[in-house]
């Protein structure tokens, strides 16, 4: 039994999920100069939502005739604006295979109630996306940050189609890769992989989902912080940065800090590359330990940004317990609607070196809680 704790500590024990670490230059002096208690109509307002605006179009590769907007309420806040703004013009089918795209499901067959199939697979697994009609509606979520498993590529995904895709992109944005022609509507907050701040979302839009949006009404009323269009016309307003609602420049201006350091740092290859290696060092890790491994089955799904691992011999809440204690991994428990297990934020904001001091930790902690 491996009693002596390790010698190295991470530097940074932040490895939760959401909110992620800070990147690594961050510090509150990166904040200074926001323009606080000023309007967010007022022309620096406008400008510094502009520029969020434009370096996540130009760090993601957004096409210039997508539209991307800052909207309330987190990357909920964006998804549940598209999906009660744009379904139910055709039929949809909805696809989770975790708890956040299960959310969306029910949404959609408890609350919105329209024609809907719903195609779930268990955790650790993948719904055989090219199984699917893309005449109809899809919603479906990149990467499941409560399992782990993620889109390998969107191939399975028909470039010509007549439904739109709807896609959950909060875990994924800023570290895989996403396809932008297969994409009619993404979404994702700025607490994950740039390591921003909470309560805002963006929502990404083709040229597709603007005409579905031009072309058709719901029949279920609509809140103001869901209204996309005026008069049958979108509000473009909304795409330049002139929010619907009042937003957080603090939060504006923390979300610019991380794209310019992404940008600074090689932009989204750099920060693909991050994630990549945070991921490879874990997997690495578990390949030559036999009480742990990844959630996911199929090695192409595996996450690397929301590792998820089981853990056999020892109880997995308790390691947790025992590293956050220790003041070496926080927030490393599995979501509480996931099978037990850990999971490990590797996203583009966290360190190599901070992972690999972190797994002899992991051997560390299951050493001291073997039942048996
Ligand atoms: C895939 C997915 N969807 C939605 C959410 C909810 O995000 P938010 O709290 O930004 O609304 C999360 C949060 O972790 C998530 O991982």
């Known amino acids: 039994m491996t009693t002596t704790p390790p010698a190295t500590r991470p530097a940074n ?62 990357d909920t806040g964006a998804f549940e604006m598209a999906m009660w703004t744009m379904l139910g013009a055709r039929p949809a089918q909805m696809v989770a295979w975790e708890s956040f795209g299960a959310g969306w499901v029910a949404d959609v067959v408890k609350q919105l109630k329209i024609e809907a199939t719903v195609h779930e697979a268990p955790y650790g697994e993948i719904v055989d996306m090219g199984g699917l009609t893309y005449d109809h509606d899809v919603c479906f979520t990149w990467n499941g940050t409560t399992s782990g498993v993620r889109m ?50 963006m929502l990404i839009l083709s040229p597709r989902a603007v005409e579905r949006l031009e072309s058709y009404t719901p029949t ?84 690397n940004t929301s590792v998820c691992l089981t853990v056999d011999g020892a109880d997995p809440k308790a390691i947790a317990k025992r590293l956050e204690a220790e003041g070496v991994a926080y927030d490393i428990a599995s979501y509480r609607d996931a099978p037990p297990g850990l999971r490990i934020w590797c996203g583009a904001t966290v360190e190599t070196a901070d992972i690999e001091a972190l797994l002899p930790w992991l051997d560390w902690a299951h050493a001291q809680e073997k039942v048996g």
């Open 13 to 74: 024990p932040r490895f939760s999920s959401g909110p992620c670490a800070k990147p690594p230059t961050w510090s509150p002096q990166a904040l200074a100069d926001a323009p606080l208690g000023r309007s967010h109509r007022a022309p620096v307002g406008k400008e510094r939502l502009a520029r969020a605006i434009d370096l996540t179009r130009d760090i993601l590769g957004v096409p210039d005739d997508y539209r991307i907007g800052i909207v309330p309420a987190s």
């Open 152 to 201: 390998p590529h969107g191939d399975m995904i028909p470039a010509d189609r007549a439904g739109l895709t709807l896609c959950d992109a909060t875990s994924a944005a800023f570290a895989q890769d996403l396809p932008w022609d297969k994409l009619d509507v993404t979404t994702f907050s700025w607490q994950k992989v740039m390591g921003g701040e909470a309560a805002h979302g």
């Open 220 to 303: 279920w009323p609509l809140p103001k912080i869901f209204r996309l269009t005026k008069g049958g016309k979108l509000i473009e307003g909304i795409f330049r940065g002139e929010t619907i609602n009042t937003p957080s420049m603090l939060c504006v201006e923390d979300y610019i800090f991380a794209l310019e350091w992404g940008q600074s740092i090689g932009g989204l290859p750099a920060l693909m590359a991050r994630a990549d290696a945070n991921a490879a060092a874990i997997h690495a890790f578990c390949d030559t330990r036999p009480w742990i491994a990844n959630l996911a089955r199929d090695p192409a799904t595996r996450s």
